[in-house]
């Protein structure tokens, strides 16, 4: 995800009119097949970012696909995310929402593939990450209740589990069921814990959690060359789902995780 354009609030604002789907690329084959036949290399191959509207049937295009919305609409630099909120608000006016009554829960929380790849993306959107560990569906939807506010809304990841191996594969040393408010490191393979809440627990212990996560939150700005050196100087790798196809990717093994680290874009 290109932060700079999906945290910009007037992209933020404009989204509440879609439906927007982040796709896993490299995580997931069959995902994968679907973003091949949206947007592909002059190869052929999957590119690592892919981006495109949809109409609400899903199949007809209402852009021209590219890798990033900059490359779809343009934009001169730093007025990027206005441009794109102005081409979504064009576009949203073509198609309403259909009256439909408001669920009693409300929406769920945008969580990863799982929790490994939830510490991953965390790392390369600088943002902190929340992990559920074992809630129940209640405690879970006023956890959802309080992600979608407007405090919240696009400062965190979220990944969800009842699987305590999960938790103890990025850091996490004694799992158990609850809240976890994390900082993942810099090459998205392990976790800093800033707060542990239990499942039950209140909505201001949540929220007091939550800011202090932003408080610790590091800056958007990283760089793809200095990053890969380190990575590669420390034996840092990560292993995606099927192969890295993107000739603007360095491979595995060479201080990679198998993605570009900054400036990603994905629908």
């Not at 007037?10 to 973003?35: H, N, P």
């Not at 510490?119 to 600088?126: E, K, S």
């Not at 890295?244 to 570009?260: A, F, I, K, N």
Request: glycine fraction near 8%; hydrophobic fraction near 35%.
């Amino acid at each position: 995800m290109d932060r700079s354009l999906w945290s910009d609030p007037l992209v933020i604002d404009a989204s509440r009119k879609f439906v927007c789907v982040r796709l896993a690329t490299y995580e997931d084959a069959v995902e994968g097949k679907l973003l091949e036949g949206i947007y592909s290399s002059r190869s052929g191959q999957l590119e690592n970012t892919v981006f495109v509207m949809l109409a609400p049937d899903g199949k007809t295009r209402l852009s021209r696909s590219g890798r990033s919305p900059r490359m779809v609409f343009g934009g001169a630099a730093g007025w990027e995310g206005t441009v794109l909120a102005l081409e979504m608000e064009h576009l949203a006016k073509s198609h309403p929402p259909s009256k439909k009554p408001e669920s009693s829960t409300g929406p769920a929380l945008p969580v990863a593939k799982d929790v490994r790849r939830a510490v991953n993306i965390a790392a390369c959107d600088r943002l902190p990450l929340v992990i559920s560990g074992g809630l129940d569906d209640e405690q879970l939807q006023s956890l959802a209740a309080i992600g979608w506010t407007e405090t919240y809304i696009g400062r965190f990841c979220w990944a969800s589990t009842s699987e305590p191996s999960q938790l103890k594969a990025v850091g996490i040393d004694k799992p158990s069921s609850g809240i976890w408010v994390v900082q993942p490191d810099n090459f998205g393979l392990q976790v800093e814990v800033i707060a542990k809440l239990p499942a039950d627990a209140d909505r201001d212990s949540i929220r007091k959690a939550l800011d202090r996560a932003l408080e610790t939150q590091r800056p958007a700005q990283k760089s793809t060359r200095t990053h890969v050196r380190q990575g590669k100087r420390l034996g840092k790798n990560w292993e995606s789902e099927i192969p890295v196809s993107d000739p603007g990717t360095p491979p595995p093994g060479r201080g990679s995780q198998g993605r570009p680290p900054a400036d990603r874009t994905r629908p």
